[in-house]
């Protein structure tokens, strides 16, 4: 039989475990998403609704891969960054069935993760990623034995300005499904702060124009929120898409990789895949079901680093809420 | 086309903008084009790129009236953001930085060091100071060209955040020589900075290693 990795994703509303072998085939992948009534993401209700249900999740996970947890061979968690709360549920689920099976455990960087599912599942191989999710908006690529980052954004990642913008305009969490539905169905552009730095980006004045309009008198007048929609979205994508083309520039990657939560809009995509093309790069999109935060991910990457240097200590498994991808060597490329 | 005006050939291709030589009025010039994106909406390009260039434009000739060396500006042509300029001959100081012995690597670099000086006291904030965009020519004059990041500002904060993502370039492309070139350059930052104001100097000079530790997530200890 295959060795088997039980990979567990733990930094924000998701509480994912995945199972899967070695060569990375997936046997399953159960998902429990934290909804907000009203608001966003409150650390202490996140925290309390996974520990209400982490265990239904791992049994279940077992279960849909027809697998007991003693086949289990080698278990992976998200150690960084997100949550601290959140992040401390994933540890402890992992270091106890990592002691109570006897196997080894392996902590994983949910950033880096990212991109290492979007190399197996599109089967490419060395690309410029643009990784847009609720907590990161992050430009990157692999150099000198690093996940290097090109640009960053300054304040607030593009899914949590979309999102709360959302919010703003009273749609429900997640807004960014709902913003672009409601984007397609205008066409008229309303001037917004475009504000890109070299590589990096700030979308905090974006989003407190964006704000504004919504609660200005012209407001159901001169415009709708069809059309700040609209216009939000384009703005902050052009912005993304500028300094994915520099990094691309910069880099002469062949390979353009888009994840995280917010790959998932057709917009942003149409955008990127128009810059790859300009500089004659492979394009890809990670598949959605991969794109969001998954255990999937987590348990690959942990795969990865298990076969490049073994697994981590217990007393090495503390949390990092605030680790960089950049910070980390990536032992099982040497390639370049 | 004015025959008196035309582009003789691509020779520098960005991310934002194309380099044309060619020729202007019988000088030698640059033709410096911000591209359209047609990945952005055209009314958002074009407000983009209408104010890069006139802020480009804009920064060039003001900035040239310290007696630092800076590409002289013959034309904007809006319409189609281009800023038409002096062609500098001369070489990239990256390319040639490891041809120089250390005494010319000093010599240069405190030259710079004065120039960018000169530029923050009155004002001018660079944005983008590489050895990509430091030419130098047959005798050895130094010009600093790219305006395309400049802003103005008076801030301390804004001044160290240039000096600071010199000293990032100086380490990621001349890692070898960053010490020899970044001491001098920040002796000649000072040595004309301390003439206006020796207190906001030593500030200026301080606060680079505040922002070091500043990134996003990053502990002090592991930053540069």
């Known amino acids: 039989m295959k060795k088997l990795c039980l990979g567990i994703e733990s930094t924000a509303h998701t509480f994912s475990v995945g199972i899967l072998d070695f060569d990375g085939e997936v046997y399953s992948l159960i998902n429990d998403i934290f909804m907000p009534e009203e608001g966003g993401l409150h650390p202490a209700l996140v925290r309390e609704q996974h520990l209400n249900n982490f265990m239904k999740i791992v049994n279940r996970a077992l279960s849909v891969a027809k697998i007991s947890v003693k086949n289990i061979n080698l278990i992976a968690f998200s150690q960084s960054p997100g949550l601290g709360p959140v992040l401390k549920i994933g540890a402890w689920v992992a270091r106890m069935l990592s002691q109570v099976l006897v196997i080894p455990i392996v902590g994983v960087n949910h950033c880096i993760a990212h991109i290492e599912i979007g190399r197996l599942k599109c089967s490419i191989e060395d690309p410029l990623t643009l990784y847009v999710s609720g907590g990161n908006t992050i430009v990157s690529a692999f150099e000198s034995e690093r996940y290097q980052i090109f640009g960053e954004t300054l304040d607030l990642p593009i899914g949590n300005m979309i999102d709360s913008f959302a919010r703003d305009a009273g749609l429900q969490h997640p807004g960014g499904p709902k913003i672009e539905k409601l984007a397609l169905e205008s066409k008229k552009y309303i001037p917004l702060p475009y504000l890109v730095k070299g590589m990096d980006l700030s979308f905090s004045g974006l989003y407190t124009s964006a704000k504004k309009l919504l609660v200005s008198t012209d407001f159901n007048k001169k415009y709708n929120l069809n059309d700040t929609a609209y216009s939000l979205q384009e703005t902050a994508f052009a912005m993304l898409t500028e300094v994915t083309e520099r990094a691309l520039a910069h880099t002469e990657k062949k390979e353009v990789l888009l994840t995280g939560g917010v790959a998932a809009n057709k917009r942003l995509q149409q955008m990127v895949e128009y810059i790859s093309k300009e500089h004659n790069a492979r394009f890809e999109v990670v598949p959605l079901k991969y794109a969001g935060d998954n255990g999937v991910m987590i348990g690959w990457t942990g795969i990865l680093r298990y076969k490049a240097e073994g697994g981590h200590e217990i007393a090495e498994t503390i949390i990092k809420p605030k680790e960089r991808m950049d910070q980390i060597t990536v032992p099982w490329r040497s390639e370049n | ?224």
Request: glycine share 4%.
């Open chain 2, 1 to 224: 086309m004015n025959s008196d005006i035309y582009r003789e050939k691509l020779i520098h291709k960005g991310a934002e903008a194309n380099l044309y030589y060619g020729q202007w009025f019988n000088k030698k010039v640059i033709f410096k084009r911000r591209v359209p994106k047609r990945y952005r909406l055209e009314e958002l390009d074009k407000r983009i790129r209408t104010e890069r260039t006139l802020n480009e434009a804009r920064a060039l000739i003001r900035a040239k009236n310290y007696g630092v060396n800076i590409p002289q500006v013959y034309e904007i042509d809006v319409q189609n953001s281009t800023i038409v300029m002096k062609y500098i001959e001369g070489e990239k100081l990256k390319k040639i930085l490891r041809t120089l012995d250390n005494n010319k690597k000093e010599e240069y670099f405190k030259k710079i060091g004065r120039d960018i000086a000169i530029l923050h006291k009155n004002g001018h904030i660079h944005g983008d100071i590489t050895t990509s965009n430091l030419i130098i020519t047959q005798n050895e004059d130094i010009f600093i060209i790219d305006f395309g990041l400049h802003e103005n500002s008076d801030k301390i904060e804004d001044k160290s955040v240039d000096l600071h993502l010199f000293k990032r370039v100086l380490i990621s492309s001349h890692g070898k020589d960053y010490e020899v070139c970044f001491n001098a350059f920040i002796q000649g930052y000072i040595s004309e900075c301390e003439k206006e104001n020796k207190n906001e100097c030593n500030l200026i000079i301080k606060n680079i290693n505040a922002i070091e530790t500043r990134g996003r997530y990053v502990k002090s200890e592991d930053r540069l």
